[in-house]
């Protein structure tokens, strides 16, 4: 904790929530902060904002690392922070912060991490130029905020900067707060399809099954659309079963609209849920085919010597329960014997 004396002999008391709270030095350089009057209600130092925003991405810059983002509802998660810490909840649990971000899906499904740090004083223009300069010293030197900063898988964030008068102790002191908040990279809005993945996944077949001395399948358009039909159907309305409400069981399905209809049918289905994760969803294929062939029942569809074609679809999407919101990625594996 820093004091600064002035001919008032003010208190000045500084409290760092960092993940390893480490205490940085002043900078050199001061950051310039527009003069206001001591505001009524709860005012927002955007200017502090923007200057602290600047010099973190400086700083991921000089690590090889992208800007952050700064995309809808990450400042407001920030600014509501912020507002809790004006209030006295300077403790927030890990359940209470999921519990707001459920206003913002996609951000429900995150991996995400904060650092907040707050003041109290007197209100002048050098309490606020203080505290800006603390929070830029913070950014080059404070480890627990920093090991959030330079963290690869943190692509985006929001800042709060907000000030308020309250009562402490039975008295009247300006309290300033900053929040950060960082979070991966959110998913796509809606059920989204991974083509890509797909595509692997029938490689990753193929090859197991050359491998094996057994005939490539060869992909069948329709059974593809028809496995994208079923994988969106899973993802919208939050199950995992062959039987469908809508669409029936698979061979059902799968006779009702192929033509010529085939005269073996079969499904294989696999899932992965929890926060939406760029790198695990590039691993998706090989994933689901590992997990596929652990299991006796889907590795025998897998390897039937007689199947000749196959349809595999891949889908993502957000979905809702009542213990929380997940990202929920889906392949659905259909395969046919063709009759000739």
Not at 203 to 209: G, K, W
Not at 279 to 297: C, T
Request: hydrophobic letters at 40%; one cysteine or more.
């Amino acid at each position: 904790m820093n004091n600064r004396n002035n001919r008032q002999c003010r208190r000045l008391a500084v409290i760092l929530l960092l993940l390893s709270a480490v205490a940085g030095c002043l900078p050199q350089q001061r950051i310039p902060v527009k003069t206001v009057p001591a505001p009524e209600g709860v005012y927002r130092f955007a200017q502090i904002e923007e200057e602290i925003l600047w010099l973190m991405n400086r700083e991921r810059e000089k690590h090889g690392l992208p800007a952050f983002s700064v995309i809808t509802g990450l400042p407001e998660v920030a600014d509501w922070i912020a507002g809790k810490n004006l209030q006295g909840e300077t403790d927030l649990k890990r359940e209470e912060i999921y519990s707001y971000i459920n206003n913002f899906p996609e951000f429900a499904v995150t991996a995400f991490s904060m650092n907040q740090v707050w003041a109290t004083g007197s209100y002048d223009q050098e309490y606020v130029d203080w505290f800006a300069q603390k929070r830029a010293a913070d950014v080059t030197g404070a480890r627990g905020l920093r090991d959030n900063l330079l963290n690869p898988d943190m692509t985006c964030a929001g800042l709060s900067c907000l000030g308020a008068t309250v009562v402490e102790d039975g008295q009247e002191t300006y309290k300033m707060v900053f929040v950060w908040f960082f979070s991966s990279t959110p998913p796509p809005p809606g059920l989204v399809s991974y083509p890509q993945a797909a595509g692997e996944n029938i490689q990753v077949l193929n090859r197991e099954r050359q491998e094996r001395g057994l005939r490539q399948l060869a992909v069948h358009p329709e059974l593809t659309e028809l496995a994208l039909l079923k994988a969106r159907d899973m993802v919208a309305h939050d199950y995992f079963s062959h039987d469908s409400e809508r669409l029936g069981s698979p061979n059902e399905m799968i006779l009702k609209r192929l033509r010529p209809k085939p005269q073996t049918t079969a499904e294989n289905l696999w899932k992965l849920e929890g926060t939406f994760d760029l790198k695990i969803l590039a691993e998706v294929a090989g994933k689901a085919h590992d997990g596929l062939m652990n299991s006796e029942g889907h590795r025998k569809n897998l390897l039937y010597t007689d199947f000749t074609h196959v349809g595999v679809a891949c889908v993502g999407g957000i979905v809702d329960r009542p213990d929380g919101k997940y990202y929920q990625v889906v392949m659905v594996q259909l395969f046919i014997k063709q009759s000739r």
